[in-house]
């Protein structure tokens, strides 16, 4: 059991040249100020020139990240990575959304070809709703099924009695 998951990682690091990516905004929720946190590890002996990109999700707003490139969806950095471990920053506004929404930021590092990285990794949230209405959603709910509970008693104790009264006697109908 461990010699392959030992020779699993031993390839992943033989095929990303030696360098690794993890992100982490330490939230599993979006909803107001969002920070991702990519680090990237460089194992080489020498320093590495690399292109780190963050595809971020869309709708985050008033975006801060030092040394990079930013566009709608994405920031980018230029950097020579030494050995060891680089943290790049992002950092913006989360608008609410629906809250069964998830959406994902992912972060890649490329090397040689511009086209296709070499590593990647990701961060999966979920949308938060704006303000907190999550009581007032679990009281609606309640008066919802309230509600609901009642009409279908109601309605089935209307139709009882409008059955019972159309059902036939056993009586033989009087003659005169």
């Known amino acids: 059991m461990l010699v392959p998951l030992a020779l699993t990682v031993l390839l992943s690091e033989l095929l990303s040249g030696g360098v690794s990516i993890t992100i982490e905004n330490g939230v599993t929720e979006l909803s107001g100020r969002v920070e991702y946190a990519v680090q990237v590890v460089n194992r080489e002996p020498r320093p ?31 950097a020579l990575l030494p050995t060891g471990t680089s943290t790049f920053r992002l950092s913006g506004r989360a608008d609410g959304g629906r809250p069964s929404d998830a959406v994902a930021a992912t972060a890649c590092v490329y090397l040689e070809n511009p086209t296709r990285p070499e590593v990647c990794a990701s961060d999966i949230d979920m949308i938060g709703v704006r303000g907190d ?25 209307t139709r009882r009695t409008v059955t019972e009264l159309a059902a036939p006697s056993d009586r033989e109908p009087e003659r005169v």
Do not use: C, I, K
């Open 48 to 78: 590495v020139q690399a292109d780190v990109r963050l595809a971020f999700p869309p709708g985050l707003t008033n975006l801060r990240a030092e040394g990079a490139t930013l566009s709608a969806d994405h920031a980018g950095w230029e």
């Open 133 to 157: 209405w999550s009581l007032l959603g679990v009281v609606a709910l309640l008066m919802a099924l309230t509600g609901a509970g009642g009409a279908a008693y109601l309605l089935m104790r």
